[in-house]
């Protein structure tokens, strides 16, 4: 008899508990539901135990034995489209001779198809008619009023912004037709059925982006990388699409200056024939870059596309200081291209679609090492 009070006893005791426990529970539920401080606390307890890091109030669960403890002070919780490099606050100096360009393979290269077209390289410098203003390096092909005066004062004139080391992006890289491509072979050759797009992000201008992107970071340049393909599935609106994405960006790091719009030319002289325009840096065969800089129509679209164009100026002369040939004359056109959104926006032509895309990626590596110095020159 006493046993069984003795297990009745035991049975009403474990009972309490569990409904004690199950009621705890439930009030703790409530707790940290009804009062996010709680829960915050708590996710920062759990977190920092487990070796994550907090940035921009983004909490990334990340296993501490999978990341080392450097790369975690770097995560960043980014949007769709964004690849954001976090780099040292001190820059590393750029050094051209470190800058590998590569040659094509030339036991790969397929016949060419029936019907191919021809592929004609060239070499693009000022022409002989008074629209083309000499710099101290390199050329502009002045297609504005301005005279040429005009045009000299402003390329001596000062940067418009400072580029700071480390901290908070301070260039933007984006693409309105990310899906531009190039050719697959160093031949005198194209396939007539190819487009030069594509949607692979190894082979169209978001890796020549890429390459620039490097070399900033290199230079200790924070720089945000937008991978969006604003051309795709539809090529219509694609300069709406990218603004966008550019306020967007300007909105959420106001600390960004320099905004840059990546593309590939396209030089066709008929059906059958394209031009590549091409260069040749240290022994290597390399695409020719050519900076287009708007100029206001008169209505104020642009009010600040002198800066713009100063920067361009700029960046021209470095560039073709560094690597004679390697720029072509500066476009100043009253054109739009979104340049009303910053005093560092311009849109950049790496090569053409009859260009291979070694031969680009030699020139983003190159112009990408310039522009670090144009950036940096005030620090």
């Known amino acids: 008899m006493l046993e069984k009070k003795y297990h009745s006893r035991v049975i009403r005791g474990f009972t309490k508990l569990c409904a004690l426990t199950l009621a705890v529970l439930v009030g703790f539920k409530v707790c940290i539901t009804a009062f996010p401080a709680v829960r915050d606390s708590l996710n920062k307890v759990v977190v920092a135990s487990a070796g994550v890091s907090f940035i921009n109030g983004g909490i990334a669960l990340v296993e501490a034995k999978s990341i080392s403890d450097n790369t975690l002070a770097d995560i960043k919780k980014a949007p769709a489209g964004e690849v954001y490099t976090k780099v040292d606050s001190v820059a590393k100096k750029s050094d051209e001779n470190e800058i590998t360009l590569t040659s094509p393979e030339s036991d790969t290269v397929p016949p060419a198809p029936e019907g191919a077209g021809k592929i004609i390289d060239k070499l693009y410098t000022a022409?002989?008619?008074?629209?083309?203003?000499?710099?101290?390096?390199g050329y502009?092909?002045?297609?504005?009023?301005?005279?040429?005066?005009?045009?000299?004062?402003?390329?001596?004139?000062?940067?418009?912004?400072?580029v700071n080391t480390g901290g908070e992006?301070?260039?933007?890289?984006?693409?309105?037709?990310?899906?531009?491509?190039?050719?697959?072979?160093?031949?005198?050759?194209?396939?007539?059925?190819?487009?030069?797009?594509?949607?692979?992000?190894?082979?169209?201008?978001?890796?020549?982006?890429?390459?620039?992107?490097t070399k900033l970071t290199e230079a200790g340049i924070c720089v945000v990388h937008d991978k969006t393909l604003h051309d795709y599935p539809s090529y219509t609106g694609a300069?709406?699409?990218?603004?966008?994405t550019i306020k967007s960006y300007l909105q959420k790091y106001p600390s960004i200056k320099?905004?840059?719009?990546i593309h590939r030319d396209a030089i066709v002289n008929d059906e059958t024939t394209i031009t590549a325009p091409t260069t040749e840096i240290n022994g290597v065969?390399?695409?020719?870059?050519?900076?287009?800089?708007?100029?206001?129509?008169?209505?104020?679209?642009?009010?600040?596309?002198?800066?713009?164009?100063?920067?361009?100026?700029?960046?021209?002369?470095?560039?073709?200081?560094?690597?004679?040939?390697?720029?072509?004359?500066i476009l100043f056109d009253d054109r739009f291209y979104?340049?009303?959104?910053?005093?560092?926006?311009?849109?950049?032509?790496?090569?053409?679609?009859?260009?291979?895309?070694?031969?680009?990626?030699?020139?983003?590596?190159l112009f990408g090492s310039s522009l670090a110095k144009v950036l940096l020159a005030e620090n």
């Open 169 to 213: 992006p301070q260039v933007l890289i984006y693409h309105t037709h990310a899906t531009e491509s190039y050719q697959s072979y160093d031949v005198d050759w194209f396939d007539t059925a190819y487009n030069a797009r594509t949607t692979d992000c190894s082979f169209n201008t978001v890796a020549v982006g890429d390459a620039i992107a």
């Open 127 to 137: 022409g002989t008619s008074s629209q083309y203003v000499a710099l101290s390096s």
């Open 285 to 329: 065969k390399t695409a020719q870059v050519m900076i287009i800089s708007c100029a206001d129509n008169g209505t104020g679209r642009i009010p600040n596309y002198t800066q713009n164009f100063t920067f361009a100026c700029k960046l021209q002369m470095q560039a073709e200081s560094d690597y004679p040939t390697l720029m072509r004359p």
């Open 258 to 261: 320099v905004i840059l719009d």
């Open 239 to 244: 300069y709406d699409k990218s603004r966008e």
């Open 140 to 162: 502009v092909r002045n297609q504005t009023s301005l005279s040429a005066k005009q045009i000299l004062d402003l390329a001596n004139a000062s940067l418009p912004f400072d």
């Open 338 to 365: 979104n340049q009303d959104l910053s005093t560092g926006a311009l849109l950049i032509e790496v090569g053409g679609h009859a260009n291979t895309f070694d031969e680009a990626v030699n020139a983003a590596k």
